[in-house]
């Protein structure tokens, strides 16, 4: 009996053993398969106001989905602040989902893993072909010359939305549409405790997503053609001041905003603290808030001087969310499918309208509800002066490095510190040389 | 899992009656074979779960740290490129970017980690001999010294996180507002303050612990030797200084190693306090290699910051025990 | 038995001097335990004050007293984030997590406080030295291994409470482990001698005997792990999904949200602290009691 018992602790010990020196090879194994055909795994992106309502917007449809094809999608809904991390841990453990949701600026970063199907054109035929996407949709999902690593699910554009009560009160008679117009009105706007305009200072993306654009404006990049990082050069510096300077000289940006990093310069926007917000698809976002549409209006993103277009007019980045499918899924066949279904015009549609943004597939687009005033900017914004951050495998070191770059620069505004091209530059060249060294 | 452990916990467990059915030996007498293997089998549980959560992953993290093991190889990390002692160049090369900001790191953290652990010894103690005498209320109030250690640590933290905030936070409300002691409401968690934001919340919720252990062996002391030394006519900081500190040595020789530990190695304060990107002024260590290696995908780097920090910390406890357990009792260890 | 017969006298002992305490330490008592009250008690009054507080109150400038007090944070904390099975999951980690992690600690540590065999120390200072392990250095190596272990068994460990249970209990282990081996040593060995001698075999001694005058030490052990589970939010955030969340990390959910809805999350933070604190509050006389005859002799 004894023996028994001993056996078996040893069986125990040897099993562990043995998984533990099979870890030592390395971890997953090629490719997928078919083995359940019957089953998805889907981790979706947080889009709506919060988790749950998240799941409420999405079970119908995968119900939907299950009725068409059988399989059925179990949806996990995973926070903005995991997402990354799960996704690396799927990547290095090859346990993931089958299909998922990434921010489409980790593109070319996630690619570069190998962890993501590659799109040929045998996979995209499955789903009805590359042509059926906006083409500036299609340039954030992936390092130029590779097959996309994803496909565009959900596209948005930054705009400038404007408190149109706040505005006729201070005698503004319409939206700015360069950057010294939306100093001027944004003085007139900031006093007796509102402020004429809100930021995230404490958010790294948020300021990515700003300073490159600021960037694009001065005629610069972040990244040299064949991918090196250049952070420092005289565009890029000037990017980051001007940006950081709406608070620290020019004083339009309240303080506060520099330890913002929960969206809550949107609140502030609803609440009508602050006049004006660069932000991407807010209308959902204002209207659970209980600001209604008709109290704001939306403008397209100022630029230096002339009309938003392309080269050093470019004034919003492309931004959205892309649909991966995991190399490893035991699905494939399915998971192709999903995406299909994801893409198609219909649930286009309805998702689209769900989380206020704009489609990136052509045919959804030309629908009326894409078409109100509001999503008119968008649209056009996208069609026209978007451009996609840089799709380099070290993309999101770069959000990291530099966005945090850009909030150290804000906090020491905040502090009432003098922001000089010589601080921001001794701030970038930090970010520079934490940048992996190839 | 849960299977794992049963059945390992069940070995240990079943396999004590088998050993000496009936048998009346003392357990310290030699005996057969089965006698030798009974502590192993009692240890066994405790020795295999160690095994697989912490000293196997610690190996992998070795092996990791010698490997370069960047976005381009983790998903399938066998076959990352050796990568020498490339990681740990890098790391300590303190003339170069990843090393001075490991060091910056580095340096954040032993000064937070001595004033902390420092505070909330003297906190602790303090209220440990100043609540030594009954006194009406003292009940009352050590229960309610013990809640901040006893609430769960994002819950604590984040009632601080909205305290410190900038624009409807407490603490500005109080020193701007009501006390006017800053001409302008300050920053806690960004900039420099962030190093006294997390400094105030890591005492606050240290300190009880400290209390608590005082307190336990204060009443390890007899009471005879105060009686003693007060018919000597010691008055009370006499007392103190020749019974009560002397008597506590070996409490607080655990006491400060355990706080040290735990304060160095703290991660759910600054995280939950900053965010996955802390602040320079409050960038603790073990936040900065989570970023080195979650927030830059640079896993073989992350590793080796880690295998470094490991080793000081084995150097220093080391190093300690040796300077403050002479005369302790080995088995206490 | 004996150890409750041991710290009985302890817990009403006479004050240490005979002398009454000089004014002016009387005085230094009063103020400094006072500003200590204050300092403890500020952020639990802010969590308490501002939990009842409409939302306008808290997006405001802080106010010491709401201008109405409202109960609906407490109604709304449940739907915004699916706080109920959170809280399910973390009773299950934690519970189990403490019942096997104070199992274990028990056996180890009456191996070692009862016999001597070869490898004690080693074995005892590789088990404490594992408290000085950062944890982020085997956060990712701990997933791999459980990865694998799943692959290699079948036995899902990652994703699944039982994953996050055993990483738990031997996060308290080695602490619970030290703890249990100084209390077991102040528990008289004549007394499981006498129980071997009525016919009781080694374990028959530990359960009926030992154990038992050790209450006050388990206890303490247990309420010690138990907290190191209920609090933990690293290994949580990585090795959890929607299904078996814990409460530590399924708590961020208020503020990803587009407003921070402060009122909502210190309702959400004083609801999961009740019952850690309750209970540790109520527990803490054998906490006291515990320390003073294991960790701390």
Redesign the interface.
């Known amino acids: 009996?004894?023996r028994i018992?001993?056996a078996?602790?040893g069986a125990?010990?040897v099993?562990?053993l043995?998984?533990?020196t099979?870890?030592?090879?390395?971890?997953?194994t090629g490719g997928g398969s078919n083995d359940s055909p019957k089953t998805l795994t889907y981790w979706a992106s947080?889009q709506g106001?919060?988790?749950?309502v998240d799941k409420k917007v999405l079970q119908p449809e995968l119900d939907k989905f299950e009725k068409q094809s059988g399989i059925k999608v179990k949806v996990?809904?995973?926070?903005?602040?995991?997402l990354l991390?799960?996704i690396?841990?799927a990547?290095?453990?090859?346990?993931g989902p089958d299909v998922l949701n990434i921010g489409n600026t980790w593109s070319a970063?996630l690619q570069?893993?190998?962890?993501l199907l590659p799109w040929d054109a045998s996979n995209f035929a499955k789903i009805g072909g590359k042509d059926r996407f906006v083409e500036s949709a299609l340039g954030s999902t992936g390092a130029q010359g590779k097959d996309p690593a994803a496909v565009p699910l959900y596209s948005m554009a930054y705009a400038l939305y404007y408190n149109k009560k706040m505005f006729a009160d201070a005698g503004i008679a319409k939206p700015p549409a360069t950057w010294d117009e939306l100093i001027a009105d944004g003085k007139k706007l900031s006093k007796g405790g509102k402020w004429g305009l809100g930021a995230e200072?404490?958010n790294?993306s948020e300021n990515i997503h700003h300073t490159f654009v600021f960037a694009k404006q001065h005629g610069a990049d972040f990244f040299t053609a064949d991918g090196k990082p250049d952070f420092t050069s005289d565009g890029t510096v000037a990017a980051v001041k001007q940006y950081v300077d709406l608070m620290a000289k020019d004083k339009i940006i309240?303080?506060?905003n520099?330890?913002y990093?929960?969206?809550?310069s949107?609140?502030d926007f609803a609440?009508g603290k602050n006049a004006m917000l660069l932000w991407q698809s807010a209308s959902a976002?204002l209207k659970?808030?209980g600001m209604s549409d008709d109290a704001y209006g939306i403008a397209p993103v100022p630029v230096q001087s002339g009309t938003p277009g392309t080269g050093t007019n470019v004034n919003s980045m492309v931004a959205g969310i892309n649909l991966a499918v995991f190399k490893n899924s035991h699905n494939l066949d399915g998971a192709t499918k999903f995406v299909k279904f994801m893409t198609s015009d219909a649930e286009q549609k309805i998702l689209n309208t769900a989380y206020s943004s704009i489609p990136p597939v052509k045919t959804a687009q030309t629908d009326a509800t894409f078409n109100t005033p509001a999503n008119a900017v968008l649209k056009d914004t996208l069609a026209k002066s978007a451009a996609a951050l840089p799709q380099v495998?070290d993309e999101?070191?770069f959000e990291?490095?530099v966005?945090?770059a850009v909030?150290?620069l804000?906090?020491?505004a905040?502090?009432?510190h003098a922001v000089t091209t010589e601080s921001v530059k001794a701030e970038l060249e930090?970010a520079q040389?934490?940048m992996?060294a190839k | 899992m849960t299977t794992?452990t049963a059945?390992?916990a069940?070995?240990?467990e079943?396999?004590v009656p088998?050993?000496s059915p009936g048998a009346a030996r003392g357990p310290r007498r030699p005996g057969r074979i089965?006698r030798i293997a009974l502590p192993y089998?009692l240890l066994?549980p405790a020795l295999?779960l160690e095994?697989?959560v912490h000293l196997?992953p610690m190996v992998?993290g070795i092996?990791m740290s010698f490997k370069e093991l960047?976005?381009?190889y983790?998903?399938?990390?066998?076959?990352?490129p050796w990568s020498g002692f490339d990681n740990y160049k890098v790391s300590v090369d303190f003339s170069?970017?990843?090393g001075k900001?490991l060091l910056h790191s580095f340096l954040v953290t032993v000064g937070f980690t001595l004033l902390s652990v420092g505070l909330c010894w003297l906190i602790g103690t303090a209220a440990a001999i100043y609540m030594q005498d009954t006194f009406r209320g003292r009940g009352l109030l050590r229960a309610l010294f013990l809640v901040p250690y006893a609430l769960p640590v994002y819950a604590a933290v984040i009632t601080w996180v909205f305290m410190f905030?900038?624009?409807n936070g407490l603490v500005n409300h109080v020193l701007h507002d009501q006390l006017h002691l800053t001409d302008?409401?300050?920053?806690w968690?960004?900039?420099?303050n962030s190093f006294y934001a997390l400094l105030t919340v890591s005492v606050w919720k240290g300190w009880p612990f400290a209390f608590l252990i005082v307190m336990a062996g204060l009443q390890n002391i007899p009471g005879e030797l105060y009686e003693a030394a007060a018919l000597d006519g010691a008055g009370l900081w006499q007392q103190l200084r020749r019974i009560t500190l002397p008597s506590l040595r070996p409490v607080n020789q655990v006491l400060v190693l355990v706080l040290f530990l735990w304060t160095f190695n703290d991660f759910n304060t600054p995280f939950v306090l900053f965010?996955?990107?802390a602040?320079?002024a409050a960038d603790l260590i073990s936040v900065h290699i989570y970023?080195a290696s979650?927030?830059?995908?640079?896993?073989g780097t992350g590793s080796a910051m880690s295998v470094l920090l490991l080793l000081f910390l084995l150097v220093v406890t080391g190093v300690y025990l040796l300077l403050t357990s002479r005369g302790r009792k080995t088995a206490d260890v | 038995m004996s150890s409750t017969a041991q710290t009985a006298p302890r817990a009403s002992k006479a004050p240490r001097s005979p002398m009454a305490p000089p004014r002016s330490f009387l005085w230094s008592r009063r103020i400094f335990l006072t500003l200590l009250t204050g300092f403890v008690l500020v952020p639990v009054y802010v969590m308490v004050s501002s939990s009842l507080k409409p939302l306008a109150d808290v997006?405001g400038k802080f106010r010491w007293l709401p201008s109405g007090l409202t109960i609906r944070p407490y109604i709304d904390i449940w739907?915004?984030?699916?706080l109920a099975r959170y809280f399910v999951n973390s009773l299950i980690v934690a519970g189990a997590a403490t019942v096997c992690s104070v199992v274990i600690a028990v056996f180890a540590a009456y191996a070692v406080s009862r016999y001597s065999f070869r490898g004690k120390r080693v074995f005892t200072v590789t088990v404490l030295s594992t408290q000085m392990f950062p944890g982020i250095l085997f956060l990712?190596p701990l997933?791999?291994?459980y990865?694998?272990?799943?692959?290699?068994?079948g036995i899902a460990l990652?994703?699944s409470r039982g994953g996050l249970i055993l990483t738990y209990l031997t996060f308290s282990l080695p602490f619970s482990i030290w703890m249990l081996i100084g209390y077991f040593d102040s528990v008289p060995r004549d007394l499981d001698e006498a129980a071997l001698v009525d016919g009781c075999g080694p374990l028959g001694a530990l359960l009926r005997v030992v154990v038992p005058a050790a209450i006050p030490g388990i206890v303490a052990v247990a309420v010690y792990a138990f907290m190191t589970a209920w609090g933990e939010v690293l290994f949580a955030?990585?090795m959890t999904?929607?299904t078996t969340r814990t409460l530590a990390?399924g708590l961020?959910?208020y503020?990803?949200?587009?407003?921070?809805y402060w009122n909502q999350i210190m309702a959400a933070s004083l609801v999961v602290s009740v019952p850690v604190v309750a209970g540790f509050l109520l527990l803490q006389r054998y906490l006291v009691a515990g320390l003073t005859a294991g960790a701390v002799k």
Request: glycine fraction near 10%.
């Open positions: 009996m004894r018992r001993a078996a602790a125990v010990t099993s562990l043995t998984a533990v099979a870890c030592g090879g390395g971890s997953s947080n106001a919060s988790i749950e996990e809904v995973v926070p903005w602040s995991d991390n799960r690396l841990t990547t290095t453990s090859g346990q970063s570069a893993t190998g962890a200072g404490s790294p309240a303080p506060g520099a330890e990093a929960q969206n809550q949107v609140s609440k976002n659970s808030q495998a999101s070191q990291t490095t966005g945090t909030k150290t804000f906090a020491a905040a502090a009432g930090k040389q934490q992996p | 794992t059945a390992s069940d070995s240990g079943r396999a088998k050993d089965r089998l066994l295999i095994l697989l196997v992998i092996f960047t976005q381009f983790i998903r399938d990390w066998g076959t990352a170069a970017p990843v900001a905030q900038h624009d302008k409401p300050s920053f968690l960004i900039g420099d965010g996955r990107t602040p320079e970023q979650f927030v830059t995908w640079n896993f | 997006s739907s915004t984030v699916p990712l997933f791999l291994l990865v694998n272990i799943g692959n290699a068994t990652f994703g955030s990585v999904n929607d990390v961020q959910g503020s990803t949200l587009n407003n921070v």
